[in-house]
């Protein structure tokens, strides 16, 4: 069964950073194009960022200049460094694939709060 194990967030005041991980217990991970995801109190799941399996990678416009996505094809890792963290940031923030979406994981809190 794939996993996805998501770390890495926190309380952080604004204008702050964090570095998200997520591991990926699957077999042929670097042929896949992989994203992270946040679902805010009372919205809807939306994509923030995606890195394909030639590790080209699309910022969503709500976060682009400040995250940046990148991937360890060796770890089975996908990852998110978060700066200029702002209030509208906080989230739970989950990765997953791109397409054809995998069970997802339990996610890991962002709160970004002064």
């Known amino acids: 069964q794939v996993q996805l194990v998501e770390s890495g967030g926190g309380l952080v005041q604004p204008g702050g950073s964090l570095s998200l991980s997520c591991l990926v217990s699957?077999?042929?991970?670097?042929?896949?194009?992989m994203a992270w995801y946040r679902q805010a109190p009372g919205k809807q799941r939306e994509l923030v960022a995606t890195?394909?399996?030639?590790?080209?990678?699309v910022m969503e416009d709500s976060v682009k200049g400040r995250f940046t996505i990148s991937r360890d094809n060796a770890k089975n890792t996908v990852y998110l460094q978060m700066n200029s963290l702002k209030p509208e940031d906080t989230a739970v923030y989950y990765c997953?694939?791109?397409?054809?979406?995998?069970?997802w994981g339990q996610g890991t809190q962002v709160t970004v709060s002064s």
């Open positions: 699957l077999s042929d991970f670097s042929r896949y194009a």
């Open positions: 890195i394909t399996s030639g590790e080209m990678t």
């Open positions: 997953n694939r791109r397409v054809n979406l995998l069970q």
